[in-house]
C-alpha cells in the first residue's frame, strides 16, 4: 500500500493561478508608476522589460513586462522625440498595462501606453537632483575654473555609448560646420556613477 502523499502536477497547479487571474484580473487595464530595471529591444520588434518597485533603496517587487511591436507605433507617437531617453533602464515610468498569465510563461506585465508628463518631470527631477548634489559637494562650478584655449584640438566626452549625451554629442560634432583637422576617435567607457573616480586619471 503506497504511503505516499496527496500530490499535484505543476501545470494544474498553475492553470489554476491561471483560471484565477483571467476571471479576476485579466482584462482589466490601470496605470502602473514603476521603475523599469532593465530593458530590452529584440529584434522582433517586440520590447522586453523587467520593472520594479524599490523602497528605501531595497526591491520590494519585480515582474517582468512586454511591449508588443503592435503597441510600439503608438507609444513611440506618445513620447514623440523624447522615446529613447525615457525608455531606459532606471527610468521611473507611468504605465497603462493589463495583466496575462501563461503556464508556460508566468505572469507578464503588458504595456499599451506610456504617459509623457510624467516620465518627462521625473526626468528633470533627477537632473535637478544631480545639479543639487554637484552643488553641495563643490563640483558644479569646476570646469570655469579650467582656462579654455583659442584653438581647441582635443575633446574628451566621458559617457556610456547609450546614453542620450553621447548620442547628441557624436550627432552634433559630425554636422558642425567648423573645420576640425584632428580625427575624432570615440571610446566606449560603460561606468556606473559611483565607478567615475576610479576610471578617470590626471591627463
Not at 520590447?47 to 517587487?61: D, K, P, R, S, W
Not at 508628463?117 to 526626468?123: L, S, T
Not at 558644479?140 to 583659442?150: A, D, F, S
Not at 573616480?197 to 590626471?202: E, F, G, H, Q
Request: hydrophobic content about 40%.
Amino acid at each position: 500500500m503506497s504511503t505516499l502523499p496527496t500530490y499535484h502536477s505543476l501545470s494544474r497547479i498553475l492553470n489554476r493561478v491561471k483560471t484565477i487571474i483571467d476571471t479576476n484580473i485579466a482584462g482589466h487595464f490601470f496605470w502602473l508608476k514603476v521603475e523599469i530595471a532593465n530593458i530590452n529591444f529584440h529584434r522582433s520588434g517586440h520590447i522586453y522589460l523587467e520593472l520594479a518597485e524599490n523602497q528605501n533603496g531595497h526591491t520590494v517587487a519585480k515582474c517582468k513586462a512586454i511591449i508588443w511591436n503592435h503597441q510600439l507605433s503608438q507609444i513611440r507617437e506618445s513620447l514623440g522625440n523624447d522615446f529613447a531617453n525615457i525608455l531606459k533602464k532606471g527610468n521611473e515610468i507611468l504605465c497603462y498595462t493589463s495583466i496575462q498569465f501563461d503556464a508556460a510563461h508566468g505572469l507578464s506585465i503588458l504595456i499599451s501606453d506610456v504617459n509623457l508628463e510624467f516620465a518627462v518631470g521625473q526626468i528633470e527631477k533627477k537632473r535637478q537632483e544631480t545639479i543639487d548634489r554637484l552643488k553641495k559637494e563643490g563640483l558644479i562650478e569646476l570646469n570655469k575654473l579650467v582656462p579654455v584655449p583659442l584653438i581647441i584640438k582635443n575633446i574628451a566626452l566621458i559617457a556610456s555609448k547609450d546614453t542620450a549625451g553621447y548620442q547628441d554629442f557624436v550627432t552634433n560634432i559630425t554636422k558642425t560646420h567648423m573645420v576640425i583637422n584632428s580625427l575624432l576617435r570615440f571610446s566606449h567607457h560603460p561606468f556606473r556613477a559611483v565607478q567615475l573616480k576610479m576610471k578617470l586619471s590626471p591627463a
